[in-house]
């Protein structure tokens, strides 16, 4: 009972690297979300994918993109990484009935941009 | 523009007593709420919800309470144990296949 899994759970990148975070969900949700975690700003949302082949942006989508490759799997790229894009980025998925279930989110993946 | 505030970035309670953690947000669109309880190195874990029909909704130890006209919410937690310190962060949405928005948590702190 894996719920959901992301990797890698740490990693440091140079300005201007680019990279692919990996998210997978083993609990059959349609919804899955991709958020960042920033001292004092709480947790602001990147992407969320409401259904397999939709993408939609949320709160700063700015310098990443998508893909929601299946219906388990959404993964973040950024293409070329910034200092401002250190963080701890969750992803998280849900049920339609999110009153009930609420969200359900990954363990984070922190991410240095040197 | 921040929808929803948590406007205490931290609390202490001493064990045994009530621990109040405060939300106000501006969209009034939102209709549902719930509460995340986060550790650190983990991932956020939902704690309780409630829809606007409601003021109020009970699991245990943690009650929400919501004041629509004041835009308002509340966690009250009776009583507080060492194992609740963690970072407690509300969330709003507008129907429940909406996208959560969450305020800046605030940091609870329960001493023995």
């Known amino acids: 009972n894996a719920g959901v899994t992301q990797t890698p759970k740490f990693q440091v990148l140079k300005t201007g690297q680019s990279m692919t975070l990996q998210c997978a969900q083993d609990?059959?949700?349609?919804?899955m979300y991709w958020y960042r975690q920033d001292p004092g700003m709480g947790l602001r949302l990147i992407y969320y994918?409401?259904?397999?082949?939709?993408?939609d942006k949320g709160e700063v989508p700015n310098g990443y993109n998508v893909s929601r490759l299946n219906k388990r799997e959404f993964s973040l790229r950024l293409e070329s990484a910034a200092p401002s894009q250190t963080s701890v980025y969750f992803c998280?998925?849900?049920?339609?009935?999110?009153?009930?279930?609420?969200?359900?989110f990954g363990s984070g993946t922190r991410l240095t941009v040197v | 523009d921040q929808q929803v505030k948590q406007n205490s970035p931290s609390l202490s309670v001493q064990e045994g007593r009530i621990s109040i953690l405060n939300c106000d947000y501006t969209?009034?669109?939102?209709?549902?709420f719930l509460w995340y309880k986060k550790y650190p190195a983990e991932g956020p874990t939902f704690l309780i919800s409630i829809s606007s029909i409601k003021d109020k909704n009970e699991d245990g130890r943690f009650t929400v309470f919501l004041n629509k006209s004041a835009k308002h919410l509340s966690l009250h937690i009776v009583p507080s144990q060492p194992g609740d310190s963690a970072v407690y962060f509300c969330?709003?949405?507008?129907?429940?296949?909406?996208?959560?928005?969450f305020g800046q948590g605030t940091e609870l702190s329960v001493k023995p």
């Open positions: 609990m059959n949700h349609n919804s």
């Open positions: 994918s409401a259904s397999e082949g939709t993408t």
């Open positions: 969209n009034s669109m939102f209709d549902y």
């Open positions: 969330a709003a949405m507008h129907n429940q296949g909406g996208k959560l928005i």
């Open positions: 998280a998925s849900s049920k339609n009935r999110v009153l009930n279930y609420g969200y359900t």
